[in-house]
């Protein structure tokens, strides 16, 4: 597998700074970006095909097998919050290649407002989006390919607004003899051109490194993803399990060392990747640690998906398992224009 080495090195050699969740503005540009993806257990970027949708998490997936291919995606989230993704690809010409648009979109649902006395003050509504134009380059005489995402991004979250900009840039190796992929991505490079109320926040940067695998002698491909890699320690323990004894006194969970790795670690695979009938399970080590119940089988971090393809359409859906309490389903939809 010549040329691993190169991209581990890549991958060691990036500052380790970064945010998660609740330090950052714009979160949901690390939503997932289909039901495929979330099948898959998310933030899965090797996959270089058909599927138009994968090119917003890693440009360097951008190919001509998307081209004149039309993807809608959508999902009813947590809490009533509702978000979707549309992308589509275009090849110009075999010297030019191929160009890559894409939209992400959330709406928070509408909220009832009140005055610091309690008066109502009525109804509102918060959302954001992000659209994107893509890129691949194949380096001459590799087997290397770098891509970039440009994002303008908004916002709108009561009366308080904010428009942003982010690149993210990739990276991907494939080894046709074996059916190997590895990639790395750098996402959300950028920052806010206007503020909600004149604090500058940083955005949701993040780097994520992935490998995947055809295998020989059954229709499988494995997907292993490390993700926010700019970010050590991941865990943080959890007030609500501490465990107090008989004096009152509390001893605070702690996360250990296998613990935080196993949080980056994301696995997936896809059953019949090339057919006309996808099967896909994941796992998402860090989901999983971080809702699950103290004591209760609650199944976090699992999602199941299926892919069906008829004639010039594809659909795909895929279960997402959270917490005993709240589960998501995602929805899509490509179509061949050609």
Known sequence: MKGISSLLLILFSLPLF???????????????????????????????????????????????????????NYSSYLGGISYGTAAYAYTWDRHVQTFH??????????????????????????????ISLGYNYNIPFTDFYVGANLKIITSLLEQYNSIGGAVDLGVMYINEDLDFHAALTVRNLGAQFTTYAGQNEPLPFEVNFGMSQKLENVPLRWHLTLENLQEWP??????????????????????????????????????????G?????????????????????SFSGISV????????????????RYTSASNTSFFGLQIDLE
């Open 234 to 275: 991941i865990g943080v323990a959890n007030p609500s399990r501490a465990i107090t004894d008989l004096d009152g006194n509390q001893t605070q969970e702690k996360v250990s060392f296998f613990n935080n790795v196993l949080r980056h670690l994301i696995l997936g695979a896809e059953l019949f990747p090339e057919g």
């Open 277 to 297: 009938f996808n099967l896909r399970l994941g796992y998402n080590f860090r989901r999983s640690e971080e809702l699950r119940i103290v004591d209760q089988r």
């Open 305 to 320: 998906g299926v892919g069906i393809k008829l004639n010039k359409m594809r659909f795909s859906y895929t279960h997402a």
């Open 101 to 130: 648009f894409g939209v992400t979109y959330i709406n928070y649902g509408s909220f009832d407002g009140y005055d610091v006395n309690g008066i109502s003050t009525g109804s509102f509504n918060g959302n954001e989006a992000a």
């Open 18 to 72: 970064g945010q998660l969740g609740g330090e950052s503005t714009f979160q949901f540009l690390n939503l997932v970006s289909s039901p495929r993806q979330a099948a898959l257990g998310g933030k899965i970027i090797t996959n270089f095909d058909h599927d138009v949708t994968e090119a917003l998490y890693n440009p360097a997936s951008i190919n001509s097998a998307m081209s004149n291919q039309l993807a809608v």
